[in-house]
């Protein structure tokens, strides 16, 4: 039972009662106790009931229905059940009986229903009790600005209001389900600003609860983040909600096609890869489902986010407005699908990086590797002046090229087309590259 309708119930009946005892203690030495009683009961609901309305109207007109509720029907009730009873509270003048004790019951019952409905009657007649909370702000702008949705918004918000339910995972859910339709209509700065304070939400999950902020970050916020948040972060999103909202029409530049979307996106974890290799790994395993660390894939969307953030405001808004990042039938194109895959040859060459330089033999050292524009490179140094670019090339060919080209870890980026280089640097600072492709593959097999 909600604490604040047992609270006004208990304040309800025992008002009652005191003023009623009162007035029939004084009537009963005119009439018999049983109709003394029933007297009190409608008296004393009628003086409450009276000074409650205006009591409740806060300077406006009285509020008969929520004083009806709260007092005029616990009195009723119990006014009811002395009438029925009243010829055995006759014979029972003196102390506590049965029929006394139902009364009372009947009494107490009447207040929480009265509270129950007194609160019914608060929440579905004043809206303005709906959004008295600061952390609703966001929804009067709803209210303003899309009637049609606040409509059914309104109902839910009531629903969770007499249930003594947090408005904020209502509030919550609803800009999930109509987020797209939000941005489509905000100014790019708007939209900016609305994507900054998801990212403070996302980098103070990732340091309390890296698995809400990886799902968060997929598009798939738990029920719990609102228990996780402080309530600062709550309202600074429902401030940036109300913004987002109420900014409709303008400075909007339109709606990304999805080619320039997937530019954005795949450039964003491609940058991602190379910079923060196994966030990158671990980002995109919770993208697609499998195992990963969540605190690692966190930090990755983390990046990923900033990243994107730090495009032009024009940029970014249009991309945050396409189809890609809000319908979930809208899947990347071939060529973006290819570019995402070749994205972790920048994650390789940035860990073989970190991994080197390594001894390989007591002549060869691999010194580091790099991936761009669709070339990979393994660069080596070699301490030996008996190396020729000839006998270089004829070992390459005869011990290390058919199995190179049948490698898993490599044949699938070499049928999309990436070319594989082997950079040797001589003694005398002299080099030579051996290049590695489909074509020279195919010849190999």
Sequence with gaps: MDPYILGSAFGAAVIIALISFFIAGVLKRLVSVGLAVVLGFCIAGAIVTGLAAYGM????????????????????LAAFCALFLRNRLDREEQGMSWARGIVVLALAVGALLGARLSMVDEVYADEELLLSDPLTVGLRAVRDEYPALWEHLSSDLRAAEMSSKSLFPVASDFYQRHQAEFYRHASDKAVVHMSMTIQDKLEYLSKVAPELCVELALGRPSARIPEVLPYEYKLSEAKALEVLIRSAGQGNSGIAPLHEAETEVVGAWEH???????????ATNAASGEDHNSEAACKGFVALQGFLLERPESTFARMSRSKLNFDPQVQLSADAQNQMALASLHAEAALLS?????????????????????RFTYAYELRSTDISVDSLEENFEQSSLASFCDSLDVNWAIELGVIFEFEYTFLNGSSHSILVDSARCNAAN
Excluded: I
């Design 354 to 374: 970190e991994s080197t330089p390594e001894q390989l033999d007591a002549v060869t050292t691999l010194v580091g590797g790099a991936y761009k524009n669709g």
């Design 272 to 282: 991602l890869a190379g910079m923060y290799p196994d966030d990158f790994y671990a």
């Design 57 to 76: 109207a806060d300077g406006a007109q009285p509020n008969w229905n929520r004083s009806a509720f709260a007092y005029g029907v616990p009195s009723a």
